[in-house]
């Protein structure tokens, strides 16, 4: 696989920047696709320009918003008073309509630390004790419409997240659209797409990036994949620990907590302990 996937907005702009600044010196070479979950994008555009693209050089960009994606759904329908959480949600998986190439979708909270590529991430294994309750009302609705045992379970719906086109635009065709899909998606309180596409995907029998994976907890960190990316889980951030994990020369992704970045003097003291420079 050599294409990744970001959807991104001016709330994540500081976390964004310190991910293309990971993807210049950590990630080889590959596709990287920006949407910009943003109207008008205009004024994000120019900062990406000034402060971000400079850190992408050796890759093959292309910056998407929502006007490129006019021609497959309803942009009104999608800008009428949507939470921005669902509908960069709806553009991870419309994305899909972009390409045959499968991809890697990250949040802007994703940073590399090490030398790596996307094949370095493979995907996560299904387990029901990491069902989220928060998600079993749409869980629920999924099983029923695709006949699926109500204790099916799937994978956690975190980033890094592998993404089949093929399957994608299977699904929407199962709803007779994807503006269908949308208007269904949307009525949940916690929508979830990479529960429903891991879902439909085992309801077509459809099974992609299977590989050996394990989840083992380390204080408050949790890690996604056998030492290979640890996602922070505090609302607090224990500098020390967040060192320790950066010095584990097995993980080569660290995923941070939205909470604790909009402390100043913590996203300083990241940015200093971040291999990055």
Not at 77 to 103: C, H, M, P
Not at 201 to 229: L, W
Request: hydrophobic content about 40%; some cysteine.
């Amino acid at each position: 696989m050599d294409q990744l996937l970001v959807v991104t907005c001016n709330r994540d702009r500081w976390q964004f920047l310190l991910q293309c600044k990971s993807i210049g010196k950590f990630l080889s070479p590959c596709k990287v696709t920006i949407i910009i979950n943003q109207y008008p994008a205009v004024e994000w555009q120019e900062w990406f320009d000034n402060h971000c693209r400079i850190h992408l050089l050796k890759h093959e960009v292309c910056v998407l918003t929502y006007e490129d994606f006019l021609s497959d759904f309803s942009f009104v329908f999608l800008s009428r008073g949507i939470d921005g959480w669902v509908t960069q949600q709806i553009l991870k998986l419309a994305f899909a309509l972009k390409t045959e190439q499968d991809y890697l979708v990250l949040d802007s909270k994703n940073w590399f630390i090490r030398s790596c590529n996307l094949n370095d991430f493979p995907e996560r294994t299904r387990k029901a004790s990491d069902h989220n309750p928060n998600f079993n009302p749409i869980h629920q609705d999924c099983c029923q419409r695709w006949s699926l045992n109500t204790a099916t379970p799937y994978r956690p719906a975190i980033t890094p997240y592998h993404v089949n086109p093929d399957t994608v635009k299977r699904l929407f065709k199962d709803f007779g659209g994807i503006d269908n899909f949308m208007s269904w998606f949307v009525k949940f309180k916690n929508p979830s797409e990479f529960i429903v596409y891991d879902l439909f995907a085992q309801c077509i029998g459809r099974e992609s990036f299977t590989g050996k994976t394990a989840n083992s907890p380390c204080r408050n960190f949790y890690y996604a994949h056998t030492t290979v990316a640890v996602e922070h889980k505090s609302t607090e951030l224990n500098l020390v620990e967040f060192e320790a994990c950066l010095q584990d020369t097995n993980i080569k992704m660290i995923t941070a907590s939205i909470a604790f970045m909009r402390d100043a003097a913590v996203r300083q003291a990241v940015e200093q302990l971040l291999p990055l420079n």
